[in-house]
């Protein structure tokens, strides 16, 4: 028993509209264990521990399976593309 | 033998930043230029600011050696020769380098105990779990709710978070959230009480502040510092 990838993907997509969404299933298959790359409007004006939450809340169905969540980054929009930039130019200097 | 004759000055809140994270040898100097201690450390820049926060007053200048194939011969080997010439140079051993001389060596921390919620299973709570979390964390500036003792965390993440405030140097509580005989009822009655789904959790000053996700994120962005001294 578990929970897919897919089943994460498609409650974090439906509740919280995210405009770039990585997840990684880190269980080895048994759905247990995932982490998190979100970007999404609605975290705008939320601190971290509030975008969190609503991370949370979204998969609050899905958590009662899981065991270990780890929400890598939960960012907007606006800071997404500020941290690929930077990483980007860290990359070519 | 390598010795670099740069010497730095301590700067406060700017020293982490400018001396080597390698392994090496430093000899730390007062005011007066008198050489205090000399030491080996695998890590020059942490140690220099522990030493900086524990004897300002003895701390003016730093003058690191960095050695490149830091094996504990080679570190060894260096720190006599550092010693040796300043025996050479003064006659006397450097003051926190004499036996007994315990300033400059680093205490073991004392292991505080978690903090239990009750003496035993038998023993009935006279207020409801609710209140006593809420006491227990506005009491408390920092309170880390663990899965396994602080000593030996039982969990990946518990075991992250308490290194990140053992390497703050934080003075926290810390409670063991899968202790049913002194805990029972905690887990899910903090879950409530703090709108967190899982554990570790963290609160300062009454509140929360996240999990180990959240407090790796902000010690990666350099904010724990603050979160901590406030």
């Known amino acids: ?93 | 033998m390598k010795k670099s004759g740069l010497s730095h000055k301590l700067e406060t809140n700017e020293i982490s930043g400018s001396f080597p994270k390698e392994s090496g040898v430093y000899a730390v100097y007062d005011s007066n230029g008198d050489l205090q201690f000399i030491g080996i450390s695998r890590n020059i820049a942490a140690s220099v600011v522990s030493h900086k926060n524990s004897v300002p007053q003895l701390c003016s200048s730093v003058k690191v050696g960095v050695v490149d194939e830091p094996d504990r011969t080679a570190l060894t080997e260096s720190w006599k020769s550092w010693m040796e010439e300043h025996i050479a140079a003064s006659g006397k051993v450097p003051p926190g380098n004499e036996p007994g001389n315990s300033t400059w060596v680093r205490q073991p921390p004392k292991k505080k105990a978690d903090l239990r919620l009750t003496p035993g299973r038998h023993v009935q709570l006279t207020v409801p779990l609710e209140d006593l979390i809420d006491r227990l964390v506005k009491e408390n500036k920092v309170v880390a709710f663990i899965k396994g003792s602080r000593s030996a965390p039982q969990c990946g993440f518990s075991q992250r978070v308490v290194a990140l405030l053992e390497s703050e140097g934080v003075d926290y509580e810390s409670i063991d959230v899968l202790d049913e005989e002194h805990n029972s009822g905690l887990r899910e009655t903090l879950k409530n009480y703090s709108n967190w789904p899982t554990f570790p959790q963290i609160f300062v000053k009454g509140e929360l502040v996240g999990g180990c996700d959240i407090l790796t994120s902000m010690y990666e962005k350099g904010e724990l510092t603050s979160l901590f001294k406030s």
């Open chain 1, 1 to 93: 028993m578990g929970v897919t990838k897919e089943q994460v993907e498609s409650s974090l997509t439906s509740k919280l509209n995210p405009s770039h969404l990585e997840v990684i299933d880190d269980s080895g298959g048994c759905g247990a264990k995932f982490s998190i790359v979100i970007v999404a409007e609605q975290f705008e004006g939320k601190r971290l521990l509030e975008r969190h939450r609503m991370v949370n809340g979204a998969l609050v169905e899905e958590m009662k399976e899981i065991h270990a969540l780890s929400i890598t980054k939960a960012v907007t929009p606006e800071q997404w593309k500020q941290q690929q930039e930077s990483e980007k130019s860290q990359a070519a200097a």
